[in-house]
């Protein structure tokens, strides 16, 4: 059964839907399960301005990529790099601070499903051309 906390979370669609106004776009797939993430990101040199984002995917997926978009704004780009480098090296449970917000999605019979919470954060990465 999912959490009344993810759903919450998920059902929280203020920045679902894309209006194709961005600097950056991606799109990407989890190839474990199917879920699929679109994402557009408004950014200048610096500073991401905003995300919206559309996904078919589960609800763990929504929920994460609806946490990403209220969190992103304002992200300093050369910050988002360095945790780029901590996320990608340890893609493990526990986030860097930046991201640590996202563990309230991994509750206990949720572990299993790290590829679906980080799923938009991928799709960020690669939107920026982070790797």
């Known amino acids: ?6 759903i919450k ?3 929280d669609t ?3 839907g894309l209006k194709n106004i961005f600097t950056h ?7 474990l399960c199917g879920d699929l993430i679109k994402i557009e990101i408004i950014a200048n040199k ?3 301005k905003s995300m919206r984002y559309e996904t078919e995917s589960c609800i763990i997926c929504e929920a994460s990529a609806s946490l990403l978009a209220k969190k992103i704004k304002n992200f300093n780009l050369k910050e988002l790099k360095n945790n780029y480098k901590q996320f990608n ?3 493990k449970v526990n986030f860097s601070s930046k ?4 563990n309230q999605l991994l509750i206990k019979k949720n572990k299993n499903r790290i590829n679906c919470v980080i799923l938009p954060m991928e799709a960020l ?3 920026l051309k982070i790797n």
């Open 125 to 127: 990465f690669k939107a």
């Open 9 to 11: 979370l998920a059902s």
């Open 46 to 48: 610096t500073k991401i």
């Open 25 to 31: 776009k991606s799109s990407v797939k989890n190839s």
């Open 14 to 16: 203020k920045f679902a």
């Open 89 to 91: 090296k340890n893609k």
């Open 1 to 6: 059964m999912i959490s009344p906390k993810i």
């Open 99 to 102: 991201f640590k917000i996202f």
